[in-house]
Nanobody, 126 residues
Framework: QLQLVESGGGLVQPGGSLRLSCAASRFTLDYRPIGWFRQAPGKEREGVSCINWRTGSTNYADSVKGRFTISRDNAKNTVYLQMNSLKPEDTAVYYC???????????????????WGQGTQVTVSS
C-alpha cells in the first residue's frame, strides 16, 4: 500500500534551481533504496539519483554530478532532489521510486524498483 507523491516541478530558466519532493506513506523506507528517474519525450526512463534510507549511500548519474543533491527527512518520510545549474537537457518528467527489497546501497536501474509515483514535470527553458 505504499504511496508516493512527487511535487516541486515547474518552469525554470537555464542556470536556475528547483527542489523536488517525494513523500511516502503507508510504508517504511528504512533500508530501502529510493530513486529519482526522469523521462524526456521520445527517450527511455533513466536514473538520476538514489539514496538508501538507512545507510545514506547515494549514486548519481554522470550528467547530474555536482549539480543535483539527494537527501532525506526522517520525520517527514520524504526524499528530496535539489537541482542546481539546470540545463535545457534536464527537461523531463521526474519520477520517484522505491525498491521494496532490503539493501545497504542503491542502484540506478529502473527494473530494480517496485513502486512509482505519478511524476512531476520539470521544464528548463528561456
Amino acid at each position: 500500500q505504499l504511496q508516493l507523491v512527487e511535487s516541486g516541478g515547474g518552469l525554470v530558466q537555464p542556470g536556475g534551481s528547483l527542489r523536488l519532493s517525494c513523500a511516502a506513506s503507508r510504508f517504511t523506507l528504512d533500508y530501502r533504496p529510493i530513486g529519482w528517474f526522469r523521462q524526456a519525450p521520445g527517450k527511455e526512463r533513466e536514473g538520476v539519483s538514489c539514496i538508501n534510507w538507512r545507510t545514506g549511500s547515494t549514486n548519481y548519474a554522470d550528467s547530474v554530478k555536482g549539480r543535483f543533491t539527494i537527501s532525506r527527512d526522517n520525520a517527514k518520510n520524504t526524499v528530496y532532489l535539489q537541482m542546481n545549474s539546470l540545463k535545457p537537457e534536464d527537461t523531463a518528467v521526474y519520477y520517484c521510486a522505491v525498491d521494496a527489497r532490503l539493501s545497504s546501497v542503491c542502484v540506478l536501474l529502473r527494473n530494480e524498483y517496485d513502486y512509482w509515483g505519478q511524476g512531476t514535470q520539470v521544464t528548463v527553458s528561456s
